[in-house]
């Protein structure tokens, strides 16, 4: 599986318009092929930082993801509006042990 | 390297309670042997929900972190309050790429 964390801080007059395009971005990747999960947070101790937490199938989804014109485009948003980032980190995870919660 | 995602829900009434003692944990958790990262999140689409994202530099590092007597008490103060979970998935997690921030 593949885990992608990805942030970004903005400016506190964009934070409404980023979030409604990451809102946007993060229901549109869920339908995607091979997206297990997605989602956008913002950070409790800088509220103008949005986390997104992503798991992915496999690297072939992940990069599928990439290329669709609307992640590219939102990712030009982002990359607009960011006063730091964007980045991201990708990973390759193996599922341990989950605690509590989905079995 | 161990990434750890935890995620709970509370009522809006036991947010500030919570959120304070997330932060203390965090602050403290960040100190600890092996803790490479640790911050705690709002989910955008559920304000009530918290979202922690961890990272450890082994399996050690976070058993030890699980014992200490301070998270063992913050642990039962966010069961005390969760509507839902407190769940946690551990990951081993390898880092594959990053994109942007810090090298």
Redesign the interface.
């Known amino acids: 599986m593949?885990?992608v964390?990805g942030?970004l801080t903005v400016a506190p007059e964009a934070l409404d318009t980023v979030?409604a395009a990451?809102?946007e971005h993060?229901h549109r990747s869920r339908l995607e092929p091979g997206c297990l999960s997605h989602?956008?947070?913002?950070?409790?101790?800088n509220p103008g930082r949005?986390?997104f937490?992503e798991e992915w199938s496999d690297?072939a989804a992940l990069q599928a993801h990439f290329v669709v014109p609307a992640s590219t485009g939102f990712a030009a948003l982002m990359s607009k509006h960011a006063t730091?980032?964007?980045?991201?980190?990708?990973?390759?995870?193996?599922?341990?042990?989950?605690?509590?919660?989905?079995k």
Chains 1, 2 share one sequence.
Do not use: T
Not at 39 to 45: F, G
Not at 88 to 99: P, S, T
């Open positions: 593949i885990m964390i942030s979030m990451s809102l993060v989602a956008v947070h913002l950070d409790a101790e949005l986390v937490v690297m730091e980032g964007p980045e991201l980190a990708i990973f390759d995870a193996n599922l341990l042990r989950r605690v509590g919660g989905k």
